[in-house]
Structure formats: C-alpha cells, structure tokens
C-alpha cells in the first residue's frame, strides 16, 4: 500500500491490520481523535458508530484513499485490501466478467473471474450487462471482483444498506460463507445492529472518534433475533450508540398489557 500524507506512516503487512493513535482532521474539526485497533487475520469486524463517529473516515484510511487529509499515527495494512461499497458500482458498458476481471492481467484471469462469479451464484452470466441485473445481484458482482483478487483485507461500507430486508439476508449468509472460504480480515462499516451481530466475530462501536467498545460476540451461528444473549448483547450495543433501549422495553410492556 503506498504511504500516506499527511503524517501517517504506513507500512504493509501480509497478516494483520494494526492502528496505534491514528489521528484524522477536516479543518478544524478531529474525526478520529487517537484511535488504535487491531484486526487478527482471517477476523471479521464489524464497525458501528452514529454519523460523524468516523467509521468511513477509517475505512478510506485502511483503504489508502484519504491522501491530503491532515492527520498522524502509525497504520499497518495488508499490501492486497479489496473495497465493496453500498453502491456496487459495476460499470456499465462492460459485461459482468469483464467488470469482475477489471485491472487483472495474465492468462488465467478469464478463468478466475469465471469461478468467482460461480461463488456468488452468477455460474452462466458472464456475458450479461449490469443493466439486466438486480441490486443484490450487483452487489454480488462487486462482492466476487473484490474476492477474486484474494484479499487480505476485505473492507465494506455499509454494502447492503439499499437492499430489501429479504435480499440483505440472503447476502449476510453468502459474505460469511465467502469468508470462511477465503479467509480475508474483514472490516464491516454498518449501522444496523443487527447485521453486526449477525455476521461479525467482533464488533467495535465508535463515538467521536474514539472506540467506545470492543465486544467479541460469542454466540452461536446462525445469529436470529430472540433469546437472552442476543437481546442482551443487542441493549449493551445499542446502549453504546445512545439508544434508550428502556424505551423500547416500555413500548413493548405496554403493548403486552394492552
């Protein structure tokens, strides 16, 4: 990964992601305020955070795309990062083979591109245009040219935000099965609790730039809503996020009684 300016050194890594006092500025304003985090290989992670806390402010850091920006501290990345955003931003005059292939040379690029659109359930579309595809069918497009370049940090904002609540579903179950499969360290920008909880093996809660919690969530795959753990595990984020989650139980007493 090429170093940044701005007074932030970074240094590559084949293994792990590790920040110590990372520190990023717009004006006057400090959006990460001396943060440190470290990401294990092969660690999913799920990063919340109200608007403004500074999640896409770390991302683009890791992702190498925040040159100029004034800031400090020390960043260790994989030197192979892969991006997914909300948007799968397919281009629109290539074919779905070319786009997952795009910046790939050598002879068995075509090849590749082949079985990882075979990965995300697209095996027979490689000749079809974005145009003709849903949205969470892009989305799976751009999921399989971020992992067809075998990443050794796969970081996603907010990647299923615009999809309905069925397709959201089916696309947590194919992320986490793509991951166990190709192992990348995984950096997951959301504001759904849920979807944190539902995919992350850990998940961090940022407030005004600082890491407001580190919570390892222990409980069991597949993650569905209901049961004491989750509920709890659930409040204690929310809580973190500044929500009254006392309110909730209220509504739902009243509810009860009524």
């Not at 397919?90 to 050598?106: E, M, Q, T």
């Not at 890491?211 to 795959?221: F, G, S």
Request: overall charge negative; charged content about 25%; proline content about 4%.
């Amino acid at each position: 990964m090429a170093a940044h300016t701005g007074g932030l050194n970074t240094q590559g890594n084949r293994t792990a992601v590790r920040i110590t006092n990372l520190v990023r500025s717009f004006g006057d304003r400090r959006v990460l305020d001396g943060l440190d985090l470290s990401i294990a290989p092969g660690e999913f992670v799920a990063l919340l955070g109200r608007s403004g806390s500074g999640k896409s402010t770390l991302l683009r850091a890791l992702a190498g795309l925040d040159h100029e920006v004034a800031g400090s501290g020390d960043l260790t990345a994989p030197e192979h990062v892969s991006v997914v955003f909300q948007d799968a931003r397919l281009l629109p005059w290539k074919r779905l083979l070319d786009n997952v292939v795009l910046g790939l040379s050598g002879p068995l690029a075509g090849d590749r591109g082949r079985e990882a659109l075979a990965e995300v359930g697209l095996a027979g579309r490689e000749r079809a245009w974005p145009v003709e595809l849903s949205g969470g069918e892009q989305q799976r497009v751009s999921l399989a040219r971020s992992l067809v370049r075998e990443p050794q940090l796969l970081l996603a904002d907010e990647p299923f935000g615009a999809l309905d609540a069925l397709t959201r579903a089916r696309m947590h179950t194919l992320l986490r099965r793509l991951c166990e499969r190709h192992r990348p360290a995984v950096l997951l920008v959301t504001h759904d609790v849920d979807e944190a909880i539902a995919l992350a093996d850990r998940i961090v809660v940022l407030d005004r730039g600082r890491i407001a919690a580190d919570v390892a969530v222990a409980l069991p795959a597949p993650r569905h809503p209901g049961g004491t753990a989750y509920a709890d595990l659930r409040g204690r984020l929310l809580a973190h996020l500044g929500v009254d989650v006392t309110e909730d139980h209220d509504d739902a007493d009243e509810e009860q009684a009524a």
